[in-house]
Structures are given as structure tokens and as C-alpha cells.
Nanobody
Framework: QVQLVDSGGGLVQAGGSLRLSCAAS????????MGWFRQAPGKEREFVAA????????YYADSVKDRFTISRDNAKNTVYLQMNSLKPEDTAVYYCAARAWGTGSRYASAYDYWGQGTQVTVSS
């Protein structure tokens, strides 16, 4: 069993930066693939970024590529999402997710555990 707690959201102006954190409980965190998703009002949840159990092979949605960076620190049981050059269209609730399979996935259905979400609002 893994429990995830998302944090780090807030209100930022366009062009600004935020770093989201996802703290995980459980001794098996280091073997899990991790992902970040987001959901804007009235829209479906969408993939943002994913990373393997070792921190390798990160990949991103085209809409955030070159602006966002996913990383993890297995010693701290934490995964991060560094968000730079934020745009108003990045406004959403952001969720981290974990899957027992060690690779990441861009499909929400592939994940076993979810954080509670953290709100990111980007003003123009």
C-alpha cells in the first residue's frame, strides 16, 4: 500500500515557476513508476509527465515539454514536478500517481495510487 500527499501548488503569474512535491509512504516507493496528471475545470484528467522507478527515462506531454521537469528522490520517498514558464492554460488541479510496475505511463488507468491533488492557478 502506498499513500501519496501532493503539495506545492499556489497562485503564480504567467511566466513564473512552481515546484510540486509528492510525498509517498511505504517501503516499496523506490520500485514504483510515478506520474503527474492534471485536471482543469470541465475537462478530463490529462497526462503531464512520468518517470521510472530509478529516475530514468522521464517523458512529458507535448504541452509541457521543455518547461516542466519531473524528478524523484527515492531516499526521501518524494517525486517532484518543477514547472517553469507557466501559462494560464496550465491552471488545474495536479495529481501525482504511483504504479507498482516500475515504468511510468501516460495512461491514468495504469496507476494504482493517487494523491489528493494540489491546485495550481496561473494568472495572466
Amino acid at each position: 500500500q502506498v499513500q501519496l500527499v501532493d503539495s506545492g501548488g499556489g497562485l503564480v503569474q504567467a511566466g513564473g515557476s512552481l515546484r510540486l512535491s509528492c510525498a509517498a509512504s511505504g517501503r516499496t516507493f523506490s520500485s514504483y513508476g510515478m506520474g503527474w496528471f492534471r485536471q482543469a475545470p470541465g475537462k478530463e484528467r490529462e497526462f503531464v509527465a512520468a518517470i521510472t522507478w530509478s529516475g530514468g527515462s522521464p517523458y512529458y506531454a507535448d504541452s509541457v515539454k521543455d518547461r516542466f521537469t519531473i524528478s524523484r528522490d527515492n531516499a526521501k520517498n518524494t517525486v517532484y514536478l518543477q514547472m517553469n514558464s507557466l501559462k494560464p492554460e496550465d491552471t488545474a488541479v495536479y495529481y501525482c500517481a504511483a504504479r507498482a510496475w516500475g515504468t511510468g505511463s501516460r495512461y491514468a488507468s495504469a496507476y494504482d495510487y493517487w494523491g489528493q491533488g494540489t491546485q495550481v492557478t496561473v494568472s495572466s
